[in-house]
């Protein structure tokens, strides 16, 4: 029997122990240009005894938050059916919910979570106090927990338990309304307190904006916490179709009149930044699925679309490099640090939003929390990866030219010395604070724009140069994120992969490849056709059920104005900014 097909029916933690000797002791035998293909025929991805087993609902579709909703539902449905008082409050996990019933009545609560539990792989647990289980201890639980948990066809992800709605049981004294325990506004209500409608939104930041559902509540919980961000945020993605023989022969064309691209790193023009593997498909359902609280997704593109992308989404704006850029820069261009010097000029994009490459997926439920502070500001990850300190050289890879160049700005304006590389995280981004760069240290944003590849001169704005100049003006906070890098080539990445899809103990990572062969590419999109639909199972409303034949691009005619609905008010953006310069600010 293969030693694969002998792993995937090992429990987790002798697996975990068999592949963790053979990264460390056999693939160092094996050729380095085989350790990848060894690793990924050797490691399962799946299969397994899971820590946890519950009998789950079979579903092609579902998302945290619509399994949140339908178990909500259930229990509200069945305390009205039975005529039982009510009210929702607000609860600090972010995929929970949870209603307060009178404590005098128990027994009839009891008795409809028990009926409801006792059809359809429902799952009735203790919360509070914990370790009582069974129906004895429902006789004085403080808390339960009702939920139906969910799965995909391949059982590769369970929206279980966690997803619950809990019924807590709210004592009457003094003529108050006493909690079991704490929730983020109060366990104390006075019992005349009047019954309003409120909705989605207010009972915690985990919703979308738009979610017309309403819920009975008490006054007091509509007031909503100081620790709640209130603004909207969008999302911007970047993303490029290399095996476009159309973008290829314009590559080609461009890089012909590029002479000095041949005089840098390799890095710079290689076949690996570009190539696209479906990554984008898994990140929009992650971000559909994990972020529902996003307002509307920019993808700013060549002039390419996914041949799978549904554009008429009223929610996804499909944005022309030749929208952002304008008069500026110099189109085509092949060059990611140049376009992202130009994101905040999309029309109609939020002051606030995400930067996400296509090869960044959030892993699990967050909250815009995580992001952006309450007051605006935004958050950054810094890496334990320190910018090299040696002298910028023309052949230093772009990523690493670019963290010099920062360093230099960032020590001119500021006399502090930029050490660290950020995280490959979504990048938590201010329109206002990146057109204020714009015009601050316009020579080196200007001269990154006109450069159709990366230039060792480039600055990166969005990835880098934002953070500190944001922290160093009073307008960002260092942030905690549970994050991953794998690096697509390396021969343990199948082995971390195995053990984020058993563990899901990540809130966001990144799959990159930097430079492959032609055979390790091939062996490393074996590995993410394995990895992404196993981790990412259910599709996104962003995906058509019948893909396009052929490629679809936008006509390549110049854009006067494309006519949206206005998202956001815009900033004023200088047209070629050339009046300012970096030393014109102390």
């Not at 409809?112 to 914990?130: C, F, K, M, N, Y």
Request: proline fraction near 9%; glycine fraction near 6%.
């Amino acid at each position: 029997m293969p030693i694969r097909r002998i792993l995937r029916h090992t429990p987790w933690p002798v697996r975990r122990r068999v592949l963790a000797g053979m990264q460390h002791k056999l693939l160092r035998y094996v050729p380095a240009d085989r350790r990848l293909a060894t690793a990924r025929r050797v490691v399962p991805l799946t299969g397994g005894p899971r820590r946890v087993r519950v009998a789950a609902r079979v579903t092609d579709r579902a998302t945290p938050s619509g399994v949140r909703r339908e178990n909500l539902d259930r229990v509200v449905t069945a305390l009205e059916t039975a005529g039982v008082d009510w009210f929702r409050i607000p609860v600090d996990a972010v995929t929970g919910s949870a209603v307060a019933v009178p404590e005098e009545d128990r027994d009839r609560v009891i008795a409809l979570l028990e009926t409801l539990s006792a059809s359809d792989a429902g799952l009735l647990e203790i919360v509070r106090p914990p370790g009582r289980n069974g129906r004895r201890g429902r006789r004085t639980a403080t808390v339960l927990r009702l939920s139906r948990p969910v799965t995909d066809p391949r059982g590769t992800l369970v929206f279980g338990p966690e997803y619950g709605c809990e019924i807590e049981f709210w004592r009457s004294v003094n003529g108050n309304l006493v909690g079991p325990r704490s929730n983020p506004v109060s366990d104390v209500v006075p019992a005349d307190e009047p019954v309003v409608d409120a909705g989605e939104p207010v009972f915690g930041s985990f919703s979308a904006p738009d979610d017309p559902a309403c819920y009975r509540t008490r006054e007091i919980f509509t007031m909503v916490s100081p620790d709640r961000v209130a603004f909207p945020i969008d999302v911007v993605y970047t993303w490029v179709d290399g095996g476009d023989p159309a973008w290829r022969e314009r590559k080609a064309r461009a890089m012909s009149e590029n002479g000095w691209v041949a005089e840098v790193s390799g890095l710079a023009t290689n076949d690996s930044r570009y190539a696209s593997r479906d990554e984008l498909r898994y990140s929009l359902r992650a971000l559909h699925a994990f972020a529902p609280w996003v307002r509307h997704i920019f993808l700013v593109t060549d002039d390419q679309v996914p041949v799978w992308l549904d554009t008429s989404r009223p929610d996804l704006t499909v944005v022309s490099h030749r929208e952002i850029f304008g008069e500026t820069g110099l189109l085509p261009t092949f060059n990611s640090q140049a376009i992202e010097s130009r994101l905040h000029r999309i029309p109609g994009l939020a002051e606030h939003f995400l930067y996400l490459n296509d090869d960044v997926f959030l892993a699990r439920p967050v909250a815009p929390e995580m992001f952006f502070t309450p007051g605006g500001l935004t958050r950054f990850f810094p890496s334990t990866a320190l910018v090299d300190s040696a002298p910028r050289r023309d052949d230093d890879p772009p990523a690493n030219s670019a963290g010099k160049n920062n360093r230099r700005l960032i020590q001119q304006a500021f006399g502090r010395v930029l050490t660290r590389k950020m995280k490959h995280t979504p990048h938590p981004s201010r329109r206002s604070v990146l057109a204020e760069i714009e015009l601050r240290f316009a020579e080196h944003v200007t001269a990154t724009a006109e450069h159709q590849f990366r230039h060792p001169e480039d600055v990166s704005l969005l990835s880098s140069l934002q953070q500190y100049y944001s922290y160093l003006t009073g307008r960002a906070a260092p942030g905690e994120i549970k994050y991953m890098y794998a690096d697509l080539a390396d021969s343990g990445t199948p082995m971390r992969l195995a053990r984020v899809l058993h563990d899901r103990h990540l809130d966001a990572f990144c799959l990159n490849d930097t430079d492959s062969t032609a055979a390790t590419a091939a062996e490393q999109a074996a590995l993410l056709a394995e990895f992404l639909p196993a981790y990412l199972p259910f599709p996104s409303p962003y995906e058509l059920m019948t893909p396009r034949l052929t490629r679809f691009e936008l006509p390549r005619t110049p854009i006067v104005a494309r006519q949206r609905p206005q998202l956001a008010p815009d900033i004023a953006l200088p047209s070629q900014p050339s009046s300012a310069s970096d030393s014109s600010v102390a």
